[in-house]
């Protein structure tokens, strides 16, 4: 009914930049918060940022000033900007997003298959 494609990832050196793409498609009425999480190997989810239509972005701190999240709600697509890539920041990055199908649909909460970023010299 909805479906998230992220894209983007790949194999950058430490320093270097990245930018992810996360499109939406499908029954869509409107999109609420969109939203990027990672995994690392070995660990949980984590919240790397966010961003509410018309709102302001939010982010982890252990990407503040490195990361920026944006939006082009005409085309339902969050960017997911990285740079000055650390090692650390190797992980499976995955978009979520609040979508509303219909006028007085009930939200539904889809998940993208992620793309693969890795950090290493």
């Known amino acids: 009914q909805v479906q998230l494609v992220e894209s983007g990832g790949g194999l950058v050196q430490p320093g270097g930049s990245l930018r992810l793409s996360c499109a939406a498609s499908?029954?869509?009425?409107?999109?609420?918060?969109m939203a990027w999480y990672r995994q690392a190997p070995g660990k949980g989810r984590e919240l790397v940022a966010d961003?509410?239509?018309?709102?302001?972005?939010n982010y982890a701190d252990s990407v503040k000033g490195r990361f920026t999240i944006s939006r082009d709600n005409a085309k339902n697509t969050v960017f997911l900007q990285m740079n000055s890539l650390r090692a650390e920041d190797t992980a499976m990055y995955y978009c979520?997003?609040?979508?509303?199908?219909?006028?007085?649909?009930?939200?539904?909460?889809?998940w993208g298959q992620g793309t693969l970023v890795t950090v290493s010299s």
């Open positions: 979520s997003a609040d979508v509303r199908t219909t006028r007085w649909g009930v939200i539904l909460h889809p």
């Open positions: 961003m509410i239509s018309g709102g302001s972005p």
């Open positions: 499908g029954s869509i009425f409107s999109i609420n918060v």
